[in-house]
């Protein structure tokens, strides 16, 4: 143990660590990185044959300029503008739902990540495959970064830093990040910015004057990759805060060249247009600061219970009921580590108590950005940097701690924890898989022809998004014809009464339950802008009336057809018990029908 008295300076750390076994010197010394590297590529590999899900789909579609995405290919993550006369267009004929709030806006400033699918699309057209191949690398670029700086901050020799960075790689909230092609943007706009903080490193360690100007140029190019710089930049506000080297006027000095640059970028922000409105998913800290904060304690929590007990944070975007539990999770979470935390304390060296400090706090302020969306596994990219070095220390000194039951049977925990994470980058693969798969299927093995649906397309109720939004597009991009009309009327995960008023008028109502209350639906329409009872929308066909509310949520709603749906016009469907896309017979008038929860790839 070295001597706590002695003065904290840049070059002072840990001393080399001698491998006692052969495995030792891969997971712990010097080749660790490599290590690092290969299981990273071993782990993403697999994402590589998965084709296209999602949002892939509706880029892919705006990259090829399709009548049915009306964007440009630079502005792929732009999903409504905030303009109603934009926006209608969408709603009329689909594929948004009726209840979309028509200033809806979610828009995001990502230039650099448009123009990298742009690329894509000019150099490998359709072959997905090297589109994948393109996004592994910029996650092995990321674990490299990533395991430089930690050797920077615990020591070139640092056990902790080896041992932190293979956690890191195979760290399984990074598997969709690495996965998706839609959700590249999140690497690149960490590697860049992580760049500009080793190039801060130098500047304020090494008086290298390269340093400052190529940091703020690192920053600025991450920043323009996507929001998920700023849980990268964050580390390294951390550092300045809790490591840097001279008084606190020197640190916090050398921070504003970055607070320049973090207004410049605000004020290009809001100049584009780009933020969020509307939606429950997405909350602008800067236009609804109170709401995110109210938002920000619970999801942070389930994130945390995510990072260090293996919880699934996605069950909140999918189960309401779960949430409790998750929030729970991450209190307990954070006094397990606390105690570890504490007990492996007196084990580390000056070097790494300095180095564990600052990441410890950069994680936590690299949760901050990503509390403004609901909490998922993929948000812990940023703070499981942190995070993962938290748990190399309790793993570490704590599974052989003998004179430590506590702090042993801690580190076992997270052990399986570990073990776990290897599972779970297959699961997520063969779960992309399927899902893009089934996605596929869905939307192709219909019980129509492709003339029947390329008209006006009426489907009541659908089970989620993946039917009500995707199918549309998917049919589009596999050269299937553009539909006129696409309008799902409801994705409340209940049954449903269908009672039929009059020939050319239906009422909708929900069994036991309502509609807009689920996180599909309401990202759309935030639950804090209710919809009246008497609102009309008018689509393409049909108008739709709020008939009733529950609770301040619509239960029952009347649909009004320009004519009689069975004369023509229209083709009116309904996803089956095996999620095929079938005929839906229609009920006589003053009769009623009931329409089964229907079942979909989100829905439980």
Known sequence: MLNEDRPVHSGYHSPPVEPSQPWHRH?????????????????????????????DYFQQLALERSPLIPISPWELFTFAWGDPERLRPIIEHGPYGWWALPELKF????????????????????????????????????VAVVTALLRRALGPSSALAAMAAVLFAIDDSHAIIAGWVANRNA?????????????????????????????????????????????AIAYLVAYELTAGPGAWRTRLRSLVPLAVLGVLYIALYRAMGSGSFGSEMYVDPLREPGRFLARAPPRALALIGAQFLGST?????????????????????????????????????????????????????????????????????????GGSVLIAAVLRHGWRAADDRVLRYGAHLLGVVTVGTLVGWPGAALGVHVGAREMKRAALETKFSDEALSGRVIVFVAPDPTASMYASMVRLFHHKPLARTWLTFSIAPYAHRLTRIAPDTFELEVVDGRLLETVFEQLLRASTMPVPVGMKVQLDGVEVTVLSLDQGLPNRISLRFDSDPELGGYTVAQWDEGGTLAPLPLPAVGETIVLPKAHGLLSL
Request: some cysteine; proline content about 5%; charged content about 10%.
């Open 313 to 385: 944070a996605d069950l909140w975007l999918l189960l309401q009921a779960a949430r409790p539990v998750l929030v729970v999770m991450g209190v307990v979470s954070l006094g397990l580590m606390f105690v570890a935390v504490r007990r492996v304390w007196p084990k580390l060296d000056q070097g790494e108590r300095r180095g564990l400090r600052w990441l410890t706090a950069g994680a936590a302020l690299s949760l901050v950005p990503v509390l403004a969306t609901f909490p998922l596994n993929r948000l812990l990219l940023m703070p499981s940097i």
């Open 107 to 142: 828009s995001f400033f990502r230039p650099l990540s448009s123009a990298l699918h742009n690329f894509d699309a000019f150099v490998f057209g359709r072959a997905f495959f090297f589109h994948h191949l393109h996004s592994l690398a910029w996650y092995l670029g990321l």
């Open 187 to 231: 690497l690149v706009a960490t590697v860049l910015p992580l760049l500009g903080v080793l190039a801060h490193l130098q500047w304020r360690e090494k008086k290298a004057a390269w340093g400052l100007p190529v940091s703020l140029l690192a920053c600025a190019a991450g920043l323009a990759a996507g929001e998920a710089a700023l849980g």
């Open 27 to 55: 997971l712990l010394g010097p080749t660790a990185g490599r290590t690092a590297l290969l299981l990273a590529a071993l782990v993403t590999l697999p994402f590589c044959f998965t084709g296209l899900f999602a949002d």
